[in-house]
């Protein structure tokens, strides 16, 4: 056979397994979609505060789902230690299959924890009663990441429905237990199961797409550093007639200060913090304005694109402030006043060298001589994917073919502080975040929710990218 002989068979043969995974991959939605409820019911938030024996029960769930597919030769659930302590972390579910014939080897992560519910009335319907509005399935975990956890689980299901379990695809299913609250036994995890983790191309399903109708895949993260600063101007507390306009009172100085931290236009005003250079797909002012309910009248923040502000500059936020009450309020001078600031990283910055900027700055603004104290620091590393490997140019090709549109390479302006210690601890594998959330995810809020046409799209994109993973040598 002539050459283009043979490259019209092998365009044939592709076309035929990417409709013979497509009908799969429709005719399991209705299964998928009813796993994915059940999962939704158990309400496996990983806080401290809640009752961790319903995580336990929904890694159990996770497990039941991955042995279900018959194509691991080993499924365990597994907790690992936090720090050097003997505390034990959530569970995660560790599904494993060795690689044949030369084959690479995909990890597929998501996590099967989620976020507290907040107040029962902000939801349309309970959070842990999986319900269809729409084109939408809405609860607690549909979107972040129980969706994710049904994408790998569907996409192995489709394989096997078109090409059975005698694959040579190796595939590590990795299921974690405790994402939502700060992934605390992750590094000790990575460390003690570091040979059934072990893959060529890592998929991390927790992220976004660009909108409904568009995949993104995404390449840079802002990392993170939060702390507590509390400033300090006075041993005791007295009456702001006696000594008002005459000593500084802590909320007084406290205020001066983090006014130091953004410029006029609500830039960031920390030396030393640095910026990424990207490029940035269209988002107009009016998008920003409708997707963060920003006010008529009030303006946006920063300076340059609008998706630079988000994606590849730092910000800084008062997420908190210990003083009294204005219920509480009487004519005092506050002696103490603690503030809770988080502060997102630009790619490409290492959280540690943000974190001592923003202390030197802290250290170097305060008025008054006031004290200032620093405490409960906490960092997360940002990333920046390397997209000029093969794995990027399948992923891509496979989000093509599965929506019908190119991706878009997009940065997040949250942080997944775990990915860099996947990239620290596996440097030679690639690896793809990718997701099954839109712009109306409302992941970590009231009434979150799962686009169902992104989700099947989100399964077909992992079936071909699994599919053509299996047939390169
Ligand atoms: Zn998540």
Known sequence: MTSSGENLTATAERERLTAALR????????????DLSHLVRIPSVSWAAFDD????????????????????????????????????????????????NGRPTILLYAHHDVQPPGRDEDWRSAPYEPTVRGDRLYGRGAADDKAGVMAHVSAIRALVEVLGRDFDLGISLFIEGEEESGSRSFANFLELHRERLAADVI?????????????ALTVGLRGNVTMRVTVTTLGHASHSGMFGGAVP??????????????????????DGLTADAAEYPDYPESQLREEAALLDGVSPIGD???????????????????????????????????????????PGQPAAEARAALEEHLATHVPFGARVVVDDVDEGDGFL???????????????????????????VGGSIPFIAELVERF????????????????????????????FRRAILTEALLLARLDARS
């Open 385 to 411: 994917v390397d997209t000029s490997g093969w794995a990027v140019a399948e992923a891509e090709r496979a989000m093509a073919d599965a929506w019908g549109r190119r991706p878009v390479e997009m940065g």
């Open 203 to 215: 998929v991390v399903a927790d992220s976004d797409n660009w909108d409904e109708t568009t995949p």
């Open 23 to 34: 009908e799969a991959v429709d005719a399991g939605l209705p299964a998928s979609i009813s």
């Open 53 to 100: 024996s319903r995580v336990a029960q929904s890694a159990e769930a996770v497990a039941a789902l991955a042995r279900g597919l018959e194509v691991f030769e080993q499924v365990t659930v597994e907790r690992a230690p936090i720090g050097d302590g003997g505390e034990l972390g959530q569970p995660a579910v560790l599904a494993t299959r060795a690689a044949r």
């Open 249 to 270: 009172d802590a909320a007084m100085a406290a205020i001066r200060l983090l006014s130091t931290l953004w410029n006029e236009d609500g830039s960031v005003a920390v």
């Open 304 to 346: 340059g694109e609008i998706l630079s502000r988000i994606w590849s500059k730092p910000a800084i936020t008062v997420t908190g402030i210990d003083a009294p009450s204005v219920a509480n309020a009487s004519n005092t001078l506050a002696p103490s006043i603690s503030v809770k600031l988080s502060a997102r990283v630009a």
């Open 427 to 454: 440097p030679s594998a690639q690896i793809l975040v990718t997701g099954v959330e839109d712009p109306d995810s409302r992941a970590h809020s009231p009434n979150e929710s799962l686009h169902l046409g992104v």
